[in-house]
């Protein structure tokens, strides 16, 4: 057995032990886990087709399956990318017509897959000699067809990921760009791999440097599961009127999170220092008592779905998800919490990052991201000026 050979079979080991990982860990949404999973399923058929090469009987049949599963791969990987870094854990039926590239494909290979042992070998024998073959059979993609094809799906998906990337770069802090600028490497690693791919069906190379593909793959595969590693959590979710409307049909019941009496975000007035004396501060409001008792129940509800973790959300699209007015959502934030609307997500944001930081299963900066500030600074300042420590001080304090 050739060196190349056994180090596919390693890989392709590997790649099933990384697809475990995939699937048991909570470091990305579901989406972003299933397509980053069919992307290594297409990488597993490349690698097996390729380390069976030298057997004709086994290759004629494999091509059938890593055929359409390896043009995938620049797509799921566009799809993994994007689900991740949106945090969009809904399967949206847009993201279909990504798909109409392989299923064109095992359409078109169709006529070959019905084809005996014997026929697909003859097949193969006139595409090489250059003879006639039946017309149905004419479409299906060969070998530097497919490299073509696979090369360029990989240099226009790579580019929308790039883009998305560079959305992000933009919208973050500074904390942000230093966890993204890991992942440039890995970009310009699997852009260098296409770009060889592209240069074997551009020279037509003979099958003798299939070690070169091989050797590509096998690239392409360490570079993505680093990416999946490494690739920080950026998005976040926005709850939908419809949510609201299911929220609403709800019997209400008290938020059930680790929140003492003391520090509940929700009492039925605020409190001020006045002279260094507590002071209840009471308002004129022109929001009616079972109104503002309707919009507190709605409150609670949505942010124990976690709105609160949106870090674009303002007080006017949290008053927009409420259905009220910006003005009368103030007034009843002021009226019925510990302070106003900014008081209020924070202390839920905090309270959260609490429950993460003890779970100890995440990095203080995914908990920031997680939890919805911009930038690790922020929340550092925000939970030492609630807490009197820092969150690795808060963390080891609660483990001792």
Same mark, same amino acid.
């Given at each position: ?21 995939? *699937?048991? !860990?909570?470091?990305?949404?579901? =989406? ?12 597993? #058929? ?7 090469? +030298?057997?004709? /009987? ?24 994007? *689900? ?5 854990? +809904?399967?949206?039926?847009?993201? %279909? =017509? @990504? ?26 024998? @006139? ?7 039946? &017309? ?5 993609? %060969? ?18 990921? &790039? @883009? ?26 699997? #852009? $260098? ?5 592209? /240069? ?7 099958? =003798?440097? !299939? &070690?070169?593909?091989?050797? $590509?793959v096998l690239i392409v595969t360490a570079i993505s599961c680093m990416i999946f590693y490494y690739l920080p959590v950026l998005g976040k979710n926005i709850l939908s009127h419809q949510a609201l409307d299911k929220i609403r049909s709800q019997p209400f019941a008290p938020r059930s999170e680790q929140v003492s009496e003391q520090t509940s975000p929700l009492l039925s007035s605020i409190q001020i220092p006045i002279g260094g004396v507590l002071v209840d501060k009471q308002y004129r409001s022109s929001v009616t008592s079972n109104q503002a008792e309707e919009v507190i129940k709605d409150l609670a509800h949505i942010m124990s779905e976690g709105v609160y973790k949106d870090s674009k959300l303002s007080l006017g699209k949290l008053a927009a998800q409420l259905q009220?007015? !910006? ?22 944001? %905090?309270?959260? *990052?609490? /429950?993460?930081?003890?779970?100890? +299963? ?5 908990? *920031? ?8 600074? #922020? ?7 609630? !807490?009197?420590?820092?969150? @690795? ?8």
């Open positions: 057995m050739q060196l190349m050979t056994i180090l596919l079979l390693i890989s392709v080991g590997m790649s099933f032990f990384m697809m475990g990982y995939v *699937a048991t !860990t909570p470091h990305q949404n579901n =989406k972003a886990r299933l397509c980053f999973s069919m992307m290594l399923i297409g990488l597993i #058929s490349l690698m097996i087709e390729l380390a069976i090469f +030298e057997d004709g /009987g086994s290759y004629l049949y494999i091509i059938s399956i890593s055929g359409p599963l390896s043009v995938s791969v620049p797509i799921f990987f566009y799809l993994y990318f994007k *689900a991740s870094m949106g945090l969009n854990d +809904e399967f949206q039926w847009r993201n %279909i =017509k @990504h798909l109409a590239f392989p299923l064109i494909y095992l359409i078109v290979m169709m006529p070959y897959n019905m084809l005996d042992e014997s026929a697909k070998q003859q097949f193969f024998v @006139h595409v090489y000699a250059n003879e006639p073959i039946p &017309w149905q059979l004419s479409l299906m993609p %060969i070998r530097f067809s497919r490299l073509l094809l696979i090369s360029g799906l990989g240099s226009v998906y790579l580019y929308l990921s &790039w @883009h998305e990337l560079h959305v992000e770069m933009n919208n973050k802090k500074n904390d942000v760009l230093r966890e993204i600028n890991r992942l440039k490497g890995g970009f310009i690693g699997i #852009s $260098i791999s296409f770009a060889i791919v592209f /240069g074997f069906f551009l020279f037509r190379l003979p099958h =003798k440097f !299939t &070690w070169m593909i091989s050797s $590509i009220i007015s !910006t003005h009368h959502l103030s007034q009843i934030i002021n009226q019925h919490t510990q302070g106003n609307y900014f008081d209020l997500i924070n202390q839920y944001r %905090i309270q959260d *990052a609490k /429950g993460l930081l003890l779970e100890g +299963e995440m990095s203080v900066i995914d908990i *920031a991201y997680e939890v919805g500030y911009n930038s690790k600074s #922020s929340f550092y300042t925000e939970f030492k000026r609630r !807490t009197e420590m820092t969150p @690795h001080k808060y963390k080891k304090s609660h483990r001792g």
